[in-house]
């Protein structure tokens, strides 16, 4: 049975391995030493796969002009899942690679159907989510998609030449009007940095959940139709496993019951911690005899991806939970100390910032 991606849906994947097979991404294993990527979502294959990465890493090295740049569309509020985003920007950063970040508030607009004035505000929260979470604004750039230049919007039209509606289909499943322009969009984000007025980025990496890799096939092709006309070259990728929600589905904006917001108030999101489905036997007596069975586990993801940075104490929680040394009631309570540890300072952070946030991104007029 065929894995379907929907960026515009709630995709959960069970079998990464089968993924990459079938979409051709390339596993993210093969070069992690070669390149020394020493973040811990590569050390813990959390990035699981790319495409071009290290042909991207080449030119980074050699200090040609790269740029790392992703998206986020403002519905609802950022959670777990969203910094997962904000990471890997600030790691790159971090690197060497200038930043740039998208609003999608056109896209969020037009298939979400969402609220003008809401979406505009919810943007610049998201914009300082990303500041307080480290991406540094004066090294880095933010935009509404609506407040672009005709230039982008240039793009977007001159795209539409070389793509067809069957080829839409076959990429995305359903279209409406709204979904190709969406897409064309999207695209247009992640090219447009390689124009000169944009800052002559030739080469591009997108960071993003799996889910989103349609755009990335989109816009490769479309990159390479428009090579010689517009001298655009294919963007690279990186693509992080999905955080799951606490329930076990796909964390997502929509279903905030099952995912940890970073505006959640600190007693809600440890209240929803302790509700989350874990890998645990169905009685004590049988989980000290067993063990619990921690890749299920909502908890030891969540360590996983955010509350462990260390690798011998990650090491250390997986082997008291296989051997039934510890109990899946107080692996809650050490996980949200550190959850709550995660949220205070990255609040005290985000309050500093908000107020100023308008600073590093300008708001659409209407």
């Not at 610049?124 to 604004?137: D, M, R, S, Y």
């Not at 969406?182 to 984000?189: E, G, S």
């Not at 036997?281 to 890749?295: D, F, I, S, V, Y």
Request: hydrophobic share 40%; proline share 4%; with cysteine.
């Amino acid at each position: 049975m065929s894995i379907t991606l929907d960026p515009w849906g709630h995709t959960a994947v069970e079998d990464y391995e089968k993924l990459l097979e079938e979409f051709g991404i390339k596993p993210i294993k093969d070069i992690v030493d070669f390149y020394s990527l020493d973040h811990h979502y590569f050390k813990r294959n959390v990035i699981f796969g790319h495409r071009d990465f290290d042909l991207w890493l080449e030119k980074l090295s050699s200090k040609s002009r790269v740029a790392a740049l992703t998206g986020f569309m403002p519905s609802g509020s950022p959670h777990l899942g969203t910094a997962m985003v904000y990471e890997e920007l600030k790691y790159l950063q971090q690197k060497g690679a200038h930043v740039k970040v998208v609003i999608a508030d056109a896209e969020a607009y037009a298939v979400r159907r969402e609220d003008r004035n809401g979406l505009i505000k919810r943007g610049l929260e998201f914009v300082a989510h990303a500041i307080a979470w480290g991406i540094n604004p004066e090294e880095a750039e933010f935009y509404f998609q609506t407040n672009m230049t005709s230039s982008y919007y240039r793009l977007i039209q001159m795209f539409s030449r070389k793509v067809t509606e069957a080829e839409m289909r076959a990429i995305y499943g359903e279209v409406s009007p709204a979904k190709i322009i969406a897409a064309l969009t999207q695209v247009a984000d992640i090219l447009h940095l390689q124009l000169e007025e944009y800052g002559g980025y030739k080469y591009v990496l997108v960071p993003v959940g799996v889910d989103q890799d349609p755009h990335l096939r989109l816009t490769r092709d479309i990159a390479d139709r428009f090579e010689h006309e517009l001298g655009l070259k294919r963007p690279a990728s990186i693509y992080h496993k999905l955080l799951r929600g606490l329930d076990g589905n796909k964390m997502s904006k929509s279903r905030p019951e099952y995912a940890i917001h970073l505006d959640d108030p600190v007693e809600l999101a440890e209240k929803k911690l302790i509700n989350a489905l874990t890998g645990g036997r169905a009685t004590a007596e049988e989980q000290r005899k067993l063990g619990g069975e921690p890749l299920k586990c909502m908890i030891f993801e969540l360590y996983t991806y955010h509350l462990v940075k260390d690798n011998n104490e990650l090491r250390e929680i997986y082997t008291d939970c296989v051997s039934g040394k510890i109990l899946c009631g107080a692996c809650k309570k050490k996980a949200a100390a550190k959850l709550r540890e995660l949220l205070v300072d990255h609040r005290n952070k985000y309050n500093e910032v908000i107020n100023q946030v308008e600073k590093y991104i300008e708001k659409p007029s209407f």
